[in-house]
């Protein structure tokens, strides 16, 4: 699958329609919900028969496209199937270690199953599981193969009658090059600096590419990007840290604004451009440096880390929501899997403790930057865990 984002152009009026449109959806996804947590025990096909009921109670339901009706059924199921998945992962011993050739999850949102799935069992923490939540800030709608229409050239139609009608796409990708049949899903999406439409496209991206004969585990870090096990470091770009200035000087303006206030909306508008334009960058640089990685080892070895606990801890959260690891291990997996390279998540216990060369354990506080033992073996402290992750990847090496 790969998905191709446009633009869109439209009148006032059919931007309205768009929320409109995501509003709708989530209203669908919202009551299944509730008839889910009000009915226990209720699987896939009656949520769908309660979509149906819906339609026929509510004119603005019934406007939506059906299908994409559907969709947001699944959207709520999909929520519920993950939480089932979780209460079963968390009871069971068996440790599921380690992410190879996954599918790309490009298409789903962030804390998706996959994040989810590699989550260690053995930590029972209560509340954890993830109860499917009420959704208060939808900003898509996803269509399937109807409902739609693609227009000569580059305009698409929205023929349900939410009346979006004729959108103008702007942007470099050429969607006549694939048949129609294969466009899957066509989402709305609404960004901070305008609506987008995507594109998902059914294509097998795999591309041959010849092996390099090299292996390499990565240590991330906050002081640099990642170490690898070659001792090579990648720095840390920190945009946010770099916008913070002007994160504040705008996040001040929405406070000095009246509650309610049209101007408070507007100074809100404009810091949510800000954010996005941070994202943006963040995942720009984490999806060219997983490339460029991937391009060049055949195997990949990385932390299995669990990021949510990581940025509990308070001191650190900024700056690690801000280096993107996230981000980079889903390009990484993505790029191994259209490249045909293996990736490796590894069980980050002990990665920077354990001596590389002979294996004792080298206890050393988070300041401690340079691993010392008793064996001879003196490695900068990132390097050596950049090791230890490589060699519990393939300890044959
Ligand atoms: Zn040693």
Same mark, same amino acid.
């Given at each position: 699958?790969?998905? %191709?984002?446009?633009?869109?152009? $439209?009148?006032?009026?059919?931007?309205?329609?768009?929320?409109?449109?995501?509003? =709708?959806?989530?209203?669908?996804?919202?009551?299944?919900?509730? %008839? !889910?947590?009000?009915?226990?025990?209720?699987?896939?096909? +009656?949520?769908?028969?309660?979509?149906? +009921?819906?339609?026929?109670?509510?004119?603005?339901?019934?406007?939506?496209?059906?299908?994409?009706?559907?969709?947001?059924?699944?959207?709520? !199921?999909? *929520?519920?199937?993950?939480?089932?998945?979780?209460?079963?992962?968390?009871?069971?011993?068996?440790?599921?270690?380690?992410?190879?050739? &996954?599918?790309?999850?490009?298409?789903?949102?962030?804390?998706?199953?996959?994040?989810?799935?590699?989550?260690?069992?053995?930590?029972?923490?209560?509340?954890?599981?993830?109860?499917?939540?009420?959704?208060?800030?939808?900003?898509?709608?996803? %269509?399937?193969?109807?409902?739609?229409?693609?227009?000569? #050239?580059?305009?698409?139609?929205? =023929?349900?009658?939410?009346?979006? $009608?004729?959108?103008?796409?702007?942007? =470099?990708?050429?969607?006549?090059?694939?048949?129609? +049949?294969?466009?899957?899903?066509?989402?709305?999406?609404?960004?901070?600096?305008?609506?987008?439409?995507?594109?998902?496209?059914?294509?097998?991206?795999?591309?041959? =590419?010849? #092996?390099? $004969?090299?292996?390499? $585990?990565?240590?991330?870090?906050?002081?640099?990007?990642?170490?690898?096990?070659?001792?090579?470091?990648?720095? @840390? #770009?920190? /945009?946010?840290?770099?916008? +913070?200035?002007?994160?504040?000087?705008? &996040?001040?303006?929405?406070?000095?604004?009246?509650?309610?206030?049209?101007?408070?909306?507007? *100074?809100?508008?404009?810091?949510?451009?800000?954010?996005?334009?941070?994202?943006?960058?963040?995942?720009?640089? *984490?999806?060219?440096?997983?490339?460029?990685?991937?391009?060049?080892?055949?195997?990949?070895?990385?932390?299995?880390?669990?990021?949510?606990?990581?940025?509990?801890?308070?001191?650190?959260?900024?700056?690690?929501?801000?280096?993107? !690891? %996230?981000?980079?291990?889903? !390009?990484?997996?993505?790029?191994?899997?259209? /490249?045909?390279?293996?990736?490796?998540?590894? @069980? #980050? *216990?002990?990665?920077?403790?354990?001596?590389?060369?002979?294996?004792?354990?080298?206890?050393?506080?988070?300041?401690?930057?340079?691993?010392?033992?008793?064996?001879?073996?003196?490695?900068?402290?990132?390097?050596?865990?950049?090791?230890?992750?490589?060699?519990?990847?393939?300890? /044959?090496?």
């Amino acid at each position: 699958m790969i998905v %191709y984002e446009f633009k869109v152009k $439209g009148k006032p009026y059919q931007y309205k329609a768009i929320d409109e449109a995501i509003r =709708t959806a989530q209203f669908v996804r919202n009551s299944c919900l509730r %008839y !889910w947590i009000d009915n226990r025990g209720l699987g896939r096909k +009656e949520l769908y028969r309660y979509n149906t +009921e819906l339609r026929a109670m509510y004119p603005f339901v019934k406007d939506l496209n059906s299908h994409a009706c559907q969709a947001s059924v699944e959207r709520c !199921w999909s *929520a519920i199937a993950r939480f089932f998945d979780n209460c079963k992962k968390r009871c069971d011993p068996a440790p599921s270690q380690g992410a190879s050739g &996954q599918t790309p999850a490009i298409f789903n949102r962030p804390g998706n199953a996959d994040q989810e799935k590699e989550r260690a069992p053995r930590e029972k923490i209560p509340g954890k599981k993830g109860y499917p939540r009420f959704k208060k800030n939808s900003r898509s709608v996803e %269509y399937k193969q109807s409902g739609w229409k693609l227009l000569d #050239p580059k305009q698409i139609e929205f =023929t349900d009658k939410k009346g979006i $009608g004729k959108l103008k796409l702007v942007g =470099t990708w050429d969607l006549a090059f694939y048949p129609v +049949e294969r466009i899957k899903r066509v989402r709305l999406v609404r960004r901070a600096d305008g609506y987008y439409v995507q594109f998902c496209i059914q294509v097998d991206v795999k591309i041959e =590419t010849k #092996p390099t $004969g090299k292996t390499i $585990g990565l240590d991330v870090g906050l002081k640099e990007f990642y170490t690898d096990s070659n001792n090579n470091t990648e720095p @840390n #770009p920190r /945009f946010y840290r770099k916008s +913070e200035k002007q994160l504040s000087f705008y &996040q001040r303006r929405v406070s000095r604004k009246n509650i309610g206030s049209a101007n408070r909306l507007k *100074a809100i508008k404009r810091l949510g451009k800000v954010h996005l334009k941070i994202s943006r960058q963040r995942e720009e640089h *984490a999806k060219k440096i997983a490339r460029c990685v991937i391009q060049s080892n055949d195997l990949v070895a990385y932390e299995d880390l669990r990021i949510k606990n990581l940025v509990k801890n308070h001191c650190l959260a900024k700056s690690i929501n801000d280096a993107g !690891w %996230y981000q980079f291990r889903k !390009w990484l997996e993505y790029f191994g899997n259209k /490249f045909g390279r293996v990736t490796v998540a590894v @069980n #980050p *216990a002990y990665t920077s403790q354990n001596c590389s060369s002979c294996g004792t354990i080298v206890k050393k506080s988070l300041s401690t930057r340079t691993h010392v033992c008793q064996c001879g073996c003196e490695l900068d402290r990132d390097h050596n865990a950049a090791i230890n992750i490589l060699n519990s990847a393939c300890p /044959f090496t």
